[in-house]
């Protein structure tokens, strides 16, 4: 883990249970990328990019001088199924970081809290088996 994974690894960890977008410039059910760059705005003092959206979140992780794109998920990256690429059986992808135990922390859309409400399988099952989507990682250089 680079030292800036580490730093925004634990800047998510102590988010957990609590609402990194208070102020909820959108709705709670779709706050996941937006929470993943409050997180690192928190940890870094800017965001990733992309806003709201899976899709340009995705995008500004592609392009990002900061993030570099790995094959397998690590502790403290970001794991993305970005809208945009699924079959349309799920309407949105969704964005989270990747923890311990292969546990996923993202923000939980009925209450906007951020949980470990995922694991790598069952990310799995709902994205790719039932969503048809890509699932990507993310390390923080």
């Known amino acids: 883990m680079t030292e800036n994974q580490k730093k925004f690894y634990e800047t998510a960890l102590s988010y957990l249970g609590k609402d990194a977008t208070p102020s909820d410039i959108v709705s709670d059910k779709f706050a996941c990328a937006i929470t993943i760059n409050a997180l690192h705005k928190i940890a870094f003092g ?9 899709y340009l979140l995705y995008r500004a992780l592609l392009n990002s001088e900061y993030f570099e794109k790995i094959d397998r998920p690590e502790v403290g990256c970001v794991i993305i199924s970005p809208s945009g690429y699924g079959s349309g059986r799920l309407p949105n992808g969704h964005a989270g970081i990747v923890c311990e135990n292969e546990d ?38």
């Open 46 to 54: 800017f965001a990733i990019g992309g806003g709201a959206s899976t």
């Open 104 to 141: 996923i922390m993202s923000n939980n859309s009925s209450d906007g809290l951020l949980k470990k409400n995922y694991t790598l399988t069952s990310w799995r099952s709902r994205y790719v088996d039932i969503g048809s989507y890509p699932v990507f990682y993310f390390r923080r250089i």
